[in-house]
């Protein structure tokens, strides 16, 4: 039973694509069938000699078999909804690569993850039997400046495509900076996705190196309600303003004007957050929520209304001050009204890692009541078309004035081009990432 | 919806609780009365607006409302099959913490997870939204001999609970040694995982601190076959030999003899195994097949049958050599006839982190025919009556002459006392985590 959830279709909304949306959309009798059919397969002999269990293939398997398109017009990993896994991986090109070599690297790349992600075996692995859950299994590709450069088209890259603004509240850390290459790898199988880490590594050992890996997690499929927005580890809901549609996707995230090679592609961000939860952990639920703006539980905005509806700054209580603290996150982070172009499509992961004293001496500031012991936080990833008309101007908004600022700190910050999708015959996107841009300066 | 799998119950194959057991069981109107009952109860207004997606309580939630069972004769985590994530927490008792502190310590962790592993926020915990998704949440408290120092009990501890042998192939790392304490918290949500994780270690800040955390993970719920092995990242079935039923587990894990508190207990031994992914991989299929003894697809034995048929150790092929390489795993790891008691219950998890210059050096051996890139292994997690007649034989076998020796090393070893489950009246098992063994110190 292979089971496809959408990459992109136009008009359709990616939102309402699910990690579990094939099974309510079956009909009840087929899960029935299913049932019956398998306990009917199982060997009888197998069953009752009491020496082990019996595998069988009942409606356990479904995430496994669970597809996420690798081709479409778009990269797979950007409109869908998160896996519960991620390992996003910066990479360096080796000294003395070139365009040739990137050319190879990245049609061997296309060629593998087109497979593995449908949960084919990558031709050349020896580990077939790895490669039979792909469980929404999606590698999105991202060039840094560097990748340009080594390709020799560094007049060609994005205007965008450099260190974002310094912010006020950065504490960046070189170890989690800019990389030539990014790697966004996104399962709902851990094991299938260190497999397919595994396999993206080993197979470009002679063209690259690993700068890092920020692995993260998000909640689990199946625990989740259907479209509900997950949570971070401070307990927000995360995401709730996203665009979610064709239509809002096409505005903000798919870049449609310019060369090309960029046309269908975008722009992704990786931000690294620390966040502090001994020290928030000492504030009430109201402060918590007046910190964010928005109420805890349900996520709806403190000015009224539910989850998805607006913010009103304005509104007041009695005494005629702002319901909404102006210098909430919710308040601080709010596009302008003739800004409308201030958005972004968030996909952040959580991490939670073990205790480090090298967080505790780097984290720890004068002014805090509490000694750190977590070493928690966001691998804050995002898509724009464009970084400094989007992601800036709401970056610096925060970093002058938002009160989450005090239990939260940027430590790592990396921009790539995101390149369009693919076809194996070219025919939608590219025949492989990055194509007609390297074929391009091929001549 | 709740569901609930079974922790232990005598006469049953605890290995036949699956992680998706109670979806096979379930009748199947009752799934579709779900379905169309979350489509009726979507608000008309939100689902037309286009705003937002609207949260709807489907199937999607199976996996969140997944409990098993925190009171039980034995504690829980053991017996069950693995769930996808788990955090293995050493921890060390602050200097000047005894008896009293660790009795309050005992009965504050037991209340809380008793409430958390089923849903239930732990009281004066401020994140409610944190403790929704029990999702097969158990945790396994274990003491080393520290512990029994600490409550001045180091008289009564087992004979075994010291340091296993040295074997001639661990090349053990203190950080990875024994601690005076062992959490071992595992869930099928990695977020309700990290929450648990961050609750037991706000609520004993004032008595433990943390030595490390082996965080692991193993196939996702919804990615095996009913019943079906566990790979590693090796690609060989892990866990195949393995006591499942409750005779078996009565036989080889749940202590019966000796004082009273120690009855229902059982021992837990990690050991963090580093696995040469690098290369493992220059060895073609075969070659791998040899090295385990088994088959790498199913995983039976090479000298035929299927996966849980014994292996023949004796069985040659036509020029007379054993099929079976006398120096392969599983030819190693099997117990002589004479000592049928050589079994242990084993409950491994994978660990896949970033490169690591340090792992490089420390793991790097002058014969190695590729450059390590990996930081791959198990944190190797089993449990026994006795370690000394149970695991040190069959390790001391393996470490003598195991030809997946080349390719694995012992970096990490603990042992520590399991004791026996709790019931809040004291009815069945202790009143908290090692009440009876605490009690009879305080005179």
Partial sequence: MSTTTTNEQPGQDPHGVSRRGFLAGMPVAVGGAAVALSAQAAPAARAEDGRGPTPQSTESEQLASQTI????????GIAEPEQAYMN?????????????DMTFLMRSWTADMRRLTQGKNPLGSLEKELSTSP????????YGPGFFSAIGAERAKPSWLKPLPAYKTDKLEEQWGQTDLALQVCCDDPVTLAFAVRHLLR????????????????????TLAEGATPRNLFGQKDGTVNPRSSEELNDHVWITEGPEWQKNGTCMIARRIFMNLDTWELL?????EVVIGRDLENGAPLSGGEEFDDIDPKKADRTGLPIIDPMSHAARAKAPKDKPEQVIKRRPYQYSLPPDPKVVAA?????????????????FICFQKDPLKQFDPIQKRLAEGDRLNQWITHIGSAVYFVPPGVSKDGTE???YWGAS???SLQH
């Fill in 135 to 142: 469980a929404n299994l999606t590698v999105t590709c991202g």
């Fill in 363 to 379: 984290m720890t500031r004068p002014d805090d009541e509490a000694a750190i012991i977590s070493n928690v936080g966001l691998v």
């Fill in 437 to 439: 841009l390297l074929e």
């Fill in 429 to 431: 996107g590219d025949k």
């Fill in 88 to 100: 996003l991986l910066g990479l360096n090109i080796k000294p003395g690569r070139g365009l040739k």
């Fill in 284 to 288: 009430d639920r109201t402060s918590r």
């Fill in 69 to 76: 398109p690798f081709d479409g017009k778009n990269q797979a």
């Fill in 203 to 222: 197979s470009s050992i002679d063209y690259v190196e690993v700068a890092w890996v920020q692995q993260g997690f998000m909640n689990a499929d199946g």
